[in-house]
């Protein structure tokens, strides 16, 4: 019964409605073992859960600029709000297999049933000119949304 009033407390303090969560699986794009599993939505922002398939080291990410990761759906981008298990550069840290990170966006519109993740103008780079790079960027096209 407690648990239940702190949890109601915290929703109405932080003003947010809970978060309606797809289970998603989606690779990235350019063979890095990590997957895109879960995405989830609320009345604030849209959280994106990826999950690393395997051992990853020096992950890090930029919190603003043009190198933090951003959502795409139709012709609008979806800024980068923060996250929960994650670095923020220049701070790195490292992933075991199967642990888990949340990214959260801007809301996507409610009516969005495709989307995808780009990591910031690497990313973007990476797409139109897939040199060899010892640098990694994470990027999920087209996720498909119910």
């Not at 409605?17 to 289970?23: H, Q, S």
């Not at 990410?61 to 550069?89: E, K």
Request: proline residues 5%.
């Amino acid at each position: 019964m407690r648990l239940a009033a702190l949890l109601c407390s915290i929703l109405v303090l932080g003003g947010a409605t809970p978060a309606a969560a797809e289970a998603v699986f989606k690779l990235a794009e350019n063979k890095l073992p990590v997957a895109l599993i879960e995405v989830a939505k609320s009345s604030r922002y849209t959280e994106v859960r990826l999950q690393a398939q395997a051992a990853i080291t020096g992950v890090c990410w930029h919190t603003q600029g043009p190198d933090s990761p951003y959502l795409v759906a139709g012709d609008r981008r979806y800024r980068f709000l923060g996250g929960d298990g994650i670095a923020a550069c220049p701070a790195v840290r490292s992933y075991v297999a199967h642990e888990s990170m949340a990214l959260r966006f801007e809301r996507l519109d409610p009516q969005t049933k495709e989307f995808s993740f780009i990591d910031g103008q690497g990313g973007e780079k990476q797409m139109t000119v897939p040199e060899p790079s010892k640098a990694r960027f994470w990027n999920f096209l087209r996720v498909t949304l119910k």
